[in-house]
């Protein structure tokens, strides 16, 4: 399986001097543990790293580190995350039926997760991984009052590994860039399209790291987390 790894991004939630994925997480930087989860998934054979060419020195010195024996790739990433995404189609190999989309920031998701996304892949057009929210979730307007409150048993947080037919996503991007749409996931380009998009079980622990208090919950997650013992 290919899987495609958007690594782009400013990180400005976070507040750091550069991209969030280099600063460090315990003894690694926040992109190498999302690298090593790739490497130890069985079901994953090339990983492309969607980045931006000003940090490729410093991933290529992350890539050696860890010895990955799997092929990798650096791609150009745009300035959106859609964009970027849509840059890492265009680099597959021609040969790509399917793709899983696996987000740098959620340095977290398992092994174990990454290949029961694979194998799902094989049998829908689309896939994401999504957890049941616990939250009650309320829709607020402008002037801080709320509206409604959807019904909870239907609401459920997105995450990623995402998969796609490769086919479909590329013509549900050219779709989006021709009718400007504006997403923050994938699978919001295939919903437009009207085509369906299937949820795999997520993980409680695969928090997407965002801002200053997520790089404390990570660690701790981290350290529960030995990559030897999955596969
Ligand atoms: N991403 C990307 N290209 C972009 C923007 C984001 O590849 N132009 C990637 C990020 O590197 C990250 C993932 O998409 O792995 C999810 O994005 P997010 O968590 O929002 O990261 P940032 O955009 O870097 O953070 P922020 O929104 O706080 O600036
Ligand atoms: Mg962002």
């Known amino acids: 399986m290919y899987l495609l790894i958007p690594a782009a991004g400013t990180g400005k939630r976070m507040g750091a001097d550069r991209n969030k994925l280099l600063l460090k997480l315990r003894s690694q930087p926040i992109i190498a543990w999302t690298m090593l989860a790739a490497e130890a998934a069985s079901s994953i054979s090339w990983i492309g790293i969607i980045s931006q060419p000003h940090d490729w020195e410093d991933l290529k010195a992350i890539m050696a580190d860890l010895k990955l024996t799997k092929p990798i790739k650096l791609i150009a990433g745009g300035s959106t995350r859609q964009e970027s995404v849509y840059n890492g189609l265009q680099a597959l190999p021609a040969d790509a039926k399917q793709v899983l989309i696996h987000d740098g920031a959620r340095c977290l998701a398992t092994p174990d997760l990454l290949n029961a996304c694979a194998e799902a892949i094989r049998h829908c057009p689309g896939l ?38 490769v086919d479909l996503l590329k013509q549900c991007h050219a779709e989006g860039v021709r009718q400007g749409w504006e997403v923050t996931d994938d699978a919001a380009l295939f919903e437009k399209c009207g085509i369906e998009v299937h949820i795999v079980p997520g993980e409680e622990t695969n928090l997407k790291v965002t801002t200053p208090q997520d790089l404390a919950i990570a660690e701790f997650i981290l350290s529960n987390i030995n990559y030897t013992q999955n596969g």
């Open 128 to 165: 994401i991984a999504a957890v049941p929210v616990k939250d009650t979730i309320k829709v607020v307007d402008e002037s801080g009052i709320i509206q409604s409150t959807p019904d909870r048993s239907q609401l459920w947080a997105a995450q990623t590994p995402q998969g796609f037919d």
